[in-house]
T-cell receptor
Framework: GDSVTQMEGPVTLSEEAFLTINCTYTATGYPSLFWYVQYPGEGLQLLLKATKADDKGSNKGFEATYRKETTSFHLEKGSVQVSDSAVYFC?????????????FGPGTRLSVLP | NAGVTQTPKFQVLKTGQSMTLQCAQD?????MYWYRQDPGMGLRLIYYSASEGTTDKGEVPNGYNVSRLNKREFSLRLESAAPSQTSVYFCATSRKEFDTEAFFGQGTRLTVV
């Protein structure tokens, strides 16, 4: 079945450091890809998305490019802030056993220190 | 705009008790979902409803039932709670098209003792 793998955390960075969180996926067909962010005590919020190969999603300084050849969707940010501290989930959307469904990775906790 | 509203936000149950988690959306979306979130496991789908009147089992349906009362509301029921059902539960909605994102409620933190 479809699955998402992302790097285990926690990831701890200093403010203004460069961030990469790796995400790879397995899917039959051509899924849409998403990054969600979860702040403490809150639900998941969409950070960015890409719906076809070579698309780049971007938002709030975060970027990720849909790489079909490597089945990857790595999240990057050039200069992180303390306010970026959160849990980040990579996800895909595909039609499968459960109809149109979203499959999530385990999440990566990011802590940014001042 | 409320978006996706879940009630309650917190709940403590004793083993064997029952309860219903409520979810309501004002986004006019067809699809609604219930997920549970456990540490290190991401979100796992419990049940799914593609439209009013239809529900389907997800990855981890055992111990749960659902009702799609109308287009707006999708409830999750635990008939006889077990400690293994201690988790954070999220309701989500989306349009039918596969390239659209899911919108999440704020979650219900459930502890079964």
């Amino acid at each position: 079945g479809d699955s998402v793998t992302q790097m285990e955390g926690p990831v701890t960075l200093s403010e203004e450091a460069f961030l990469t969180i790796n995400c790879t996926y397995t899917a039959t067909g051509y899924p849409s890809l998403f990054w969600y962010v979860q702040y403490p005590g809150e639900g998941l919020q969409l950070l960015l998305k890409a719906t076809k190969a070579d698309d780049k999603g971007s938002n709030k300084g975060f970027e990720a490019t849909y790489r079909k050849e490597t089945t990857s969707f790595h999240l990057e940010k050039g200069s992180v802030q303390v306010s970026d501290s959160a849990v980040y989930f990579c996800a895909l959307s595909a039609s499968g056993n459960y109809g149109q469904n979203f499959v999530f990775g385990p999440g990566t906790r990011l802590s940014v220190l001042p | 705009n409320a978006g996706v509203t879940q009630t309650p936000k917190f709940q403590v149950l004793k083993t064997g008790q029952s309860m219903t988690l409520q979810c309501a959306q004002d986004m006019n979306h067809n699809s609604m979902y219930w997920y549970r979130q456990d540490p290190g496991m991401g979100l796992r789908l419990i049940y799914y409803s593609a439209s009013e009147g239809t529900t389907d089992k997800g990855e981890v349906p055992n111990g749960y039932n659902v009702s799609r009362l109308n287009k707006r509301e999708f409830s999750l029921r635990l008939e006889s709670a077990a400690p293994s059902q201690t988790s954070v539960y999220f309701c989500a909605t989306s349009r039918k098209e596969f390239d659209t994102e899911a919108f999440f409620g704020q979650g219900t933190r459930l502890t079964v003792v």
